[in-house]
């Protein structure tokens, strides 16, 4: 089992950056594939970003966002810059324990967070 949970989210002006965090227990961090999802109301979950020992994001948000991890504190994290109100979602984490490359596939991650979110004022 893992446990995953999110912080990091909140109110944010248009422009501005927001790091969210997830922190995980219950495996050992470092063999998990971790991924941020995101959905807004009224539209599918969507990928963001994913990780194991490099990152990469979806093309979407690719130059504004940037996945990290940080296996000593078992945390992974997603720096937003230039926010926009169409970031304006419930971000989730996720894992994945399958021991394969990072996935953009929702269906391939284990276990997900309770999410957290993120509104972006124009």
């Known amino acids: 089992q893992v446990q995953l949970v999110e912080s990091g989210g909140g109110l944010v002006q248009a422009g501005g950056s927001l790091r969210l965090s997830c922190a995980a227990s219950?495996?050992?961090?470092?063999?998990?594939?971790m991924g941020w999802f995101r959905q807004a109301p009224g539209k599918e979950r969507e990928f963001v970003a994913a990780?194991?020992?490099?990152?990469y994001v979806a093309d979407s948000v690719k130059g504004r966002f940037t996945i990290s991890r940080d296996n000593a504190k078992n945390t992974v994290y997603l720096q937003i810059n230039r926010l926009r109100p169409e970031d304006t979602a419930v971000y989730y984490c996720?894992?994945?324990?399958?021991?394969?490359?990072?996935?953009?596939?929702?269906?391939?991650?284990?276990?997900w967070g309770q999410g957290t979110q993120v509104t972006v004022s124009s």
């Open positions: 996720a894992a994945d324990s399958a021991l394969r490359g990072p996935s953009s596939r929702s269906e391939d991650y284990d276990y």
């Open positions: 219950g495996r050992t961090f470092r063999r998990l594939v």
């Open positions: 990780i194991n020992w490099s990152g």
